[in-house]
DNA sequence: ATGACTGCAAAGCCTTTGCACGCAA
DNA sequence: TTGCGTGCAAAGGCTTTGCAGTCAT
């Protein structure tokens, strides 16, 4: 993951929320510009306290959240139990999944070309628009086993 | 899915509970005789719906769930937005994942051999103790599209 | 000037915990 | 008899909503 992709996604992001009829808020440029120094899922809580000195209120990460969720633009995810985290979507489709630790917490990304094509595979033969999928592996990793 | 199955989940759950030492408590009977009317996934709500005029009481329905989940007779996931769902685990290792519709919220659920093995393949590679996995498609199904 | 955007505080909702009573072993 | 199991009610923790002031356009 490079710089350039970084700021690939943030102009996307901006771009995409002002043709969708949004202002150009400060939080939420805010959010937009933290999202993209993460190359893995995040928090609202841990964006509201790398926000947090730059005043912008929680009530606003969430909502900015959701609006780029909304517009496809992130990916939302439970990492722990009941907690959510969201990760960039790259305009250029590049993704990865995540195997998490039961015991540690954890969280490993990986990516593979057939498994992503045996979920494309699958979905087609479903007669399902798939827009998104995600595949969570849990387990113990290898410092825990 | 057969009755014959449903049962043996249930002895199965019930013996392995018993040999964890948990005493056969008339709640936690319950709320595994209710999952294993259910095919997919159910939330605890739905279980507590379904409990109520058994008398059960709500805590002791998320109480039974953590405990079977930590057995390994159950997984848990994420089916709406901050709810959690409750899906046996067959004995025998025969599962399904799901796609979600993005609109009127349906679970599908779908099997794919090779989706399996190429989850396997990357579990090996990466020397991760893949205990459990999950796939979520989301996007528009048939009838909504 | 107009109405979207924001922060703060309060409310919501699912889930967990505390506690006293009941029941399995 | 012992202490696990249970129901009820209260507390927790993340997320959403209400509201009045502020800022983008």
New interface residues.
Partial sequence: MTTATRNRWAEHALGKLQAAGYRRGGARTAVVEALSRHDCAVTALELDDELRRRKVGRASIYRALEQLEQLGLLR?L?AS??V?SYERIEPGGEHHHH?IC?QCGRM?P?E?A??E???H???DR?????????????????RC?
Same sequence: chains 1, 2.
């Fill in positions: 939302r439970e139990r009941g959510a195997a039961s490993i990986f593979d057939s498994l094509r045996a979920i595979a699958v979905s479903m007669s399902f628009d798939a827009a998104e999928h995600e595949v969570t592996i849990r387990g113990r990793c290898d086993a």
